[in-house]
């Protein structure tokens, strides 16, 4: 049994933290919101997870402070442009304790992967990335799921995967973190554009073109990163990537299929009510292809959308009238 500090009380940071105390591990919430607190624990309830019967083992604080010095293992869950100023406000009751990243994004003024802000913040720490294709609904129900745990520290990989891996939530390890952090971060921008596809009713040709290509161009990112390409057609890549771009029930694509029938960026926000990571790295996104000098139009034409050069229609003209090549 160990100690275990989830810092974000979200969906996925619900979800999480209800499989770990499920595994009889004591696990504390840090919220921000106080009503969030409170339906945690007097209700054991989440309105992000509404079928949920949270684990009595499931406490919650806004106290990030207590919920980081009680801890042994923390996951850090938070949306991306937060991570920083979130981790500075407990960074000094790290010590050696394991940071684990469950969030997916870059951050915005520096182009960094959560990992290196992290690292940037606190020299030392111990640090790895949880990513892949885990919808925080269906780990909260058992549904059968596997993810990714990467970290260049061998014995935190070993640590990590014993504390939360169980027949329901099997763990594949990687050293590549780079490639983890950079194929969660950027398939959110694919399943955006996928669900402007299926709001055109473009059909499963379509799909599959974007998922393909779009796994291609960030696959070329990630590499120039340092990233290994091999990661990319794992679960942090391929898979995520299928899962993200197949349901409603990713946030990304049901922000493509708004944007898709007509509604603004910010009316598309208000809609979705929770943290649109697609539209916060759409503009992160084209910086990096610019730094690294990577072809990325599918970003790019997303981007157009966002800055009102293009429509949708035009966008999808553009793509599909670019100068014929090899496949890549």
Request: proline share 2%; glycine share 8%; aromatic share 6%.
């Amino acid at each position: 049994m160990s100690n275990i500090a989830v810092i974000g009380s979200g969906s996925w940071g619900v979800s999480l933290g209800n499989h770990l105390a499920e595994l009889n591990h004591n696990v504390m919430i840090w919220s921000f919101s106080e009503d969030e607190k409170n339906d945690l624990n007097m209700k054991h309830k989440s309105k992000f997870l509404p079928n949920l019967v949270v684990n009595e083992n499931v406490k919650s604080s806004n106290d990030i402070e207590e919920v980081v010095k009680k801890s042994d293992v923390i996951f850090h869950i938070t949306p991306s442009r937060v991570t920083r100023e979130v981790f500075r406000s407990y960074k000094n009751f790290v010590g050696k304790k394991p940071v684990v990243i469950c969030s997916k994004g870059f951050e915005a003024q520096t182009l960094m992967t959560l990992d290196q802000v992290l690292e940037d913040e606190l020299d030392g720490v111990r640090i790895a990335a949880l990513s892949g294709p885990s919808y925080a609904t269906e780990v909260a129900e058992h549904i059968p799921t596997a993810v990714i745990l990467a970290s260049k520290d061998n014995e935190l990989l070993e640590e990590v995967s014993k504390i939360i891996a169980d027949e329901h939530f099997r763990i594949y390890k990687s050293n590549d973190i780079v490639g983890v952090e950079v194929g969660g971060g950027l398939k959110n921008i694919i399943a955006f554009g996928a669900g402007i596809c299926a709001e055109l009713n473009y059909g499963m040709n379509a799909q599959a073109a974007l998922i393909t290509r779009g796994l291609a161009e960030i696959s070329r990112l990630g590499v120039k990163m340092g990233a290994n390409k091999e990661t990319f057609y794992g679960l942090s890549g391929l898979g995520d990537l299928i899962l993200t771009c197949s349901s409603d029930e990713s946030r990304n694509r049901r922000a493509g299929r708004l944007i898709g029938r007509g509604l603004s960026v910010e009316e598309a926000k208000k809609e979705i009510g929770m943290t649109i990571e697609s539209i916060d790295n759409i503009m992160i996104a084209k910086k990096l292809s610019e730094k690294y000098d990577v072809e990325m139009p599918i970003t790019n034409v997303a981007y157009e959308m966002l800055s009102g050069d293009l429509n949708v229609k035009e966008a999808v003209y553009k793509l599909m009238t670019r100068d014929l090549k090899f496949e890549d």
